[in-house]
Each structure stands twice: as structure tokens, then as C-alpha cells.
């Protein structure tokens, strides 16, 4: 995304808590959250979630792996019993202040499965940008594919051009509208400059990335390009 960012927003993540770190804080989501062990199903039913360490611990059929950002019981991610609703959002970001525009952004989220997927619905996620009701898709549908093992981390990111600067609100969204097999991990969630993300060495992108114009609020009026 080419966005105008304010000065010390250069190469950091916009998105607050995005590793999960701080646990289940700084965004929203319609999913409920729910906490207690695998012994009772914790989050047995569609459209629950924990913030944790292991899926395990809150599922006795889901993974026992780590999270993504320290491999260890230290670290904590987003763990998801998928709803077939696709109403509903999975993650939601706290508001973000954009001032910089005409720069490659990158939105980006390590997912995992819960569950193999030989036989059972990937997740399908969606990246969209908004300012809280009206919403502009990132890129398409972004799925796990079936010969992923579950706890293994997949990369998923779009880059993008913003058009317009202002107050945003950035969501991944679940178009699986199956039940079974739909259950993934989230983690190390980021959006900023492309050149700032952690992905960017590995995986530069394109050289044309596409441009969006989203709706904005409260833009405000006295913002600078970067070389003016």
C-alpha cells in the first residue's frame, strides 16, 4: 500500500499487539472468548477462541505446536475454532493513523491449522480495509492448502497502494463456510511500509502492487508527503 505515514511511523508495525504477546488485547473481534483447558472443550464450539501458547490446551484434538514469534510456552497466538458464519470477523485492528500515501504497504499474518487438512475445509481468509462499516478487500482469498501439516506456519500478506490517508481499521475475514476442519492459528500479525516488514528480505513482492482507494475517517488535513 503507498500511504503517507506520519514521520515516526517508518518501518514499524502499525498494528498494536500483532505477535499476541500482551495476550487478548488491542483488537476486536466477533468470535468469542473463551478460556478453561481441553478437558471441557474450551473452545469446542464455532466461533470461539483463546489467546495462548498451545491449541492443545483449550482443544484435545487440535495442535500441540508453539506459536510462530518464539516456537516456545513463552509465546502466545490467536487460536480459532472457525465459524461457518463468513459474516463474521476473525481479527479487527484497533483504529490506525495513515499519513503517508504513494508508498508500497504490506498487510501480512502467519496462520497455521489446528487440524490436517487431508480431508477436512481449509480456513479462507480475507484481507480488507475500512473505517468500521464500509470495507475494501485486500488482494483475494488467501487458503491453506491440504498437504499443510498442523502447527506448520504459512506466510499470508497483499501489498498495496493507499490513495487516501486518513483514520483506518484493518480485519481478516473467514470465508470458509465449512465447519469441520475449519480451525487455524493466527500470529505475528503486521501492516506498515513494505520495506519495513518482516517478510520483506525473504520475499520483496511486486513491483506493481495494486492501489486502493479506500473510505477514510477523519482525515485530517494538514498531512505531508515525505519529500515535500
Same mark, same amino acid.
Given at each position: 500500500?503507498?500511504?503517507?505515514?506520519?514521520?515516526?511511523?517508518?518501518?514499524?508495525?502499525?498494528?498494536?499487539? *500483532?505477535? +499476541?504477546?500482551?495476550?487478548?488485547?488491542?483488537?476486536?473481534?466477533?468470535?468469542?472468548?473463551?478460556? *478453561?483447558?481441553?478437558?471441557?472443550?474450551?473452545?469446542?464450539? &464455532?466461533?470461539?477462541?483463546?489467546? %495462548?501458547?498451545?491449541?492443545?490446551?483449550?482443544?484435545?484434538? +487440535?495442535? =500441540?505446536?508453539?506459536?510462530?514469534?518464539?516456537?516456545?510456552?513463552? $509465546?502466545?497466538? +490467536?487460536?480459532?475454532?472457525?465459524?461457518?458464519?463468513?459474516?463474521?470477523?476473525?481479527?479487527?485492528?484497533?483504529?490506525?493513523?495513515?499519513?503517508?500515501?504513494?508508498?508500497?504497504?504490506?498487510? &501480512?499474518?502467519?496462520?497455521?491449522?489446528?487440524?490436517?487438512?487431508?480431508?477436512?475445509?481449509?480456513?479462507?481468509?480475507?484481507?480488507?480495509? %475500512?473505517?468500521?462499516?464500509?470495507?475494501?478487500?485486500?488482494?483475494? &482469498?488467501?487458503?491453506?492448502?491440504?498437504?499443510?501439516?498442523? *502447527?506448520?506456519?504459512?506466510?499470508?500478506?497483499?501489498? *498495496?497502494?493507499?490513495?487516501?490517508? $486518513?483514520?483506518?481499521?484493518?480485519?481478516?475475514?473467514?470465508?470458509?463456510?465449512?465447519?469441520? $476442519?475449519?480451525?487455524? %492459528?493466527?500470529?505475528?500479525?503486521?501492516? %506498515?511500509?513494505?520495506?519495513?516488514?518482516?517478510?520483506?528480505?525473504?520475499?520483496?513482492?511486486?513491483?506493481?502492487?495494486?492501489?486502493?482507494?479506500?473510505?477514510?475517517?477523519?482525515?485530517? =488535513?494538514?498531512?505531508?508527503?515525505?519529500? &515535500?
Amino acid at each position: 500500500f503507498s500511504l503517507v505515514l506520519a514521520a515516526n511511523s517508518f518501518a514499524r508495525n502499525l498494528v498494536k499487539n *500483532g505477535n +499476541f504477546s500482551l495476550g487478548n488485547t488491542g483488537f476486536t473481534t466477533s468470535y468469542t472468548y473463551s478460556t *478453561g483447558d481441553s478437558a471441557n472443550f474450551a473452545v469446542f464450539s &464455532e466461533s470461539k477462541y483463546w489467546v %495462548g501458547s498451545q491449541a492443545s490446551l483449550v482443544h484435545p484434538h +487440535f495442535s =500441540s505446536a508453539y506459536d510462530h514469534t518464539s516456537s516456545n510456552s513463552a $509465546g502466545k497466538y +490467536f487460536i480459532a475454532n472457525g465459524s461457518s458464519d463468513i459474516t463474521q470477523t476473525i481479527w479487527q485492528s484497533d483504529v490506525i493513523f495513515v499519513s503517508q500515501y504513494n508508498m508500497t504497504f504490506r498487510f &501480512e499474518a502467519w496462520v497455521t491449522s489446528l487440524v490436517s487438512l487431508s480431508t477436512l475445509a481449509p480456513p479462507k481468509l480475507y484481507f480488507e480495509i %475500512g473505517n468500521g462499516t464500509s470495507w475494501t478487500p485486500l488482494g483475494g &482469498e488467501v487458503s491453506l492448502t491440504s498437504g499443510t501439516s498442523p *502447527g506448520t506456519w504459512v506466510l499470508k500478506y497483499t501489498d *498495496g497502494i493507499l490513495s487516501l490517508p $486518513g483514520n483506518y481499521y484493518l480485519r481478516l475475514r473467514n470465508h470458509q463456510s465449512a465447519a469441520a $476442519g475449519n480451525d487455524f %492459528g493466527l500470529d505475528d500479525i503486521y501492516f %506498515g511500509l513494505r520495506t519495513g516488514s518482516p517478510s520483506y528480505a525473504s520475499d520483496p513482492g511486486s513491483t506493481t502492487p495494486p492501489t486502493y482507494s479506500p473510505v477514510a475517517v477523519n482525515t485530517p =488535513s494538514n498531512l505531508y508527503r515525505d519529500w &515535500e
